[in-house]
């Protein structure tokens, strides 16, 4: 019992931690990897392409199908008006019977000579697997639309921190400001720039504040998350350092879009082929049973057979529809190996981009540390001379401008820099659910 209650105090305990004012519950906390498995489970974009893959895979079993015999039954009876009788030497001979029925079984198969039903079955498998291709890289995009959401909401989580922040300093700066003005150490004007830079500040507190809430709508949206929530920080992620031909060539092997398109020019090989099948004679090979009873039945009726058959067929003409079939193949196949070309190069450049980028954004990081840390060296300085008088009020405001900017700043690059790595592991094909590790 008293481990029970351990256990209800810890989880309320948490409850109040993390307890959402305007929902009156516990907050969601979501990691980049959650927001990736909840997204994949909720996204139309995706469920409609996993719709293609169950398309391809019925369009291979209607390609087997072509392969197997098909197997008939039939039935019927035929009821006339009167029997009729012809006159032979032998007597009265039936003509016309009063009711006559039949029934059977039949199999057929028809198959082109040089193959084509293989031919449309390995069509059909590639198809299928350009299908998984195809939501291979519908997943990615997708999955980084919602990375993008990510960060955008933790870049406005932060915007508020540094307009929280730079309101707190400014209200100390305005206290200051009003202290030294009743001493006389200071005049209005210098308390009244102090309100009006607090006053901006406010503004700004509350312009972040929205900002936060759409971003936070926005990646609801697209993750399909319900409620409110918080985010965790991700896992700082360490790119080893590869060259940019090394990067292109695993893109090359690795990229869905490529795969796919190399299926594509596959299958219109293949197609090709297939329309030339046009040309050859189809074999039919049938196999039957029928019986059959009248009534009166005359003593010259075969009540059942089997039999069996083989025909060929070859049409000679037919309007030019066949060469049609395979000039429209062939050209299709062209526009395969153009299409393939194309997508190769747009990704060899989105490689590059990509790489460029996080290089930049490595360096900015960089430096804008340097920056920071010399601009909250500055300002406390300056903050510490104005309170003793060996500062001016203009100095104050110019260094916690330099202070606010330079935290702006380094905030947006910290997520950039966490954006293009997996703007780059996309771009080389790298799968992102790794991508979502949290510290």
């Known amino acids: 019992m008293s481990s029970v209650k351990h256990l209800f105090l810890a989880v309320a305990a948490i409850c109040l931690l993390v307890w959402s004012p305007s929902g009156g519950r516990c907050e969601d906390i979501y990691s980049l990897d959650d927001l990736y498995q909840i997204a994949l489970k909720n996204s139309e974009r995706v469920k409609i392409t996993e719709e293609n893959i169950r398309i391809a895979e019925a369009g291979k079993d209607k390609a087997v199908a072509g392969l197997l015999p098909r197997l008939s039954a039939f039935g019927g009876y035929i009821a006339y008006t009167d029997d009729k009788y012809a006159m032979t030497t032998s007597g009265p001979t039936v003509t016309q019977p009063d009711g006559a029925k039949s029934w059977g079984v039949k199999l057929d198969q028809t198959l082109y000579m040089n193959g ?28 980084l639309s919602v990375s993008f959401a990510f960060y955008d909401v933790l870049k406005a989580k932060k915007a508020l921190e540094i307009a929280d922040a730079n309101l707190e300093r400014l209200r100390k700066y305005r206290d200051a400001a009003a202290t030294r003005l009743r001493i006389g150490e200071v005049t209005k004007t210098v308390l009244l720039r102090a309100e009006g830079e607090l006053s901006g ?3 700004e507190q509350i312009r972040a504040g929205n900002a936060l809430a759409l971003a936070k ?33 695993t893109a090359a092997a690795s990229r869905s879009e490529l795969k796919s398109l190399e299926l594509q020019k596959k299958i219109t090989e293949d197609q090709v082929r297939s329309a030339k099948s046009g040309f050859w004679p189809t074999v039919t090979v049938t196999a039957g049973y029928t019986g059959q009873d009248q009534s009166p039945s005359p ?17 000679f003409f037919e309007g030019g529809l066949r060469r049609a079939e395979v000039n429209e193949a062939k050209t299709k196949q062209r526009q395969a190996e153009l299409a393939y070309r194309d997508v190769l190069k747009s990704v060899q450049i989105d490689v ?3 790489y460029l980028d996080l290089a930049t954004q490595k360096g900015i990081v960089k430096f804008l540390q340097d920056q920071l840390v010399f601009a909250r060296d500055n300002f406390n300085a300056v903050s510490k001379q104005f309170d003793f008088g060996l500062a001016h009020s203009i100095d104050v405001i110019d260094a916690n401008n330099l202070l606010l900017s330079a935290q702006r700043q380094l905030a947006d690059a910290t997520y950039n820099y966490h954006v293009s790595i997996l703007k780059l592991k996309r771009a080389t094909g790298k799968r992102l659910e790794t991508a979502g590790r949290t510290s």
């Open 352 to 354: 590059q981009n990509a």
């Open 299 to 315: 003593a010259t009726l075969v009540r059942d057979s089997t039999y069996g058959g083989v025909s060929l067929n070859y049409p």
């Open 201 to 203: 500040a406010l503004s």
């Open 217 to 249: 709508a926005v990646l609801a949206r697209v993750a399909g998350i319900n409620g409110d929530y918080s985010l965790k920080e991700p896992y700082q992620e360490d790119i080893k350092t590869v060259s940019l031909k090394e990067l292109q060539e």
């Open 116 to 143: 084509r039903e293989f031919t449309n079955l390995a069509i059909s498998k590639e198809n299928l697997q350009k299908s998984r291709y195809d939501l291979d890289s519908v997943r990615e995009d997708y999955l």
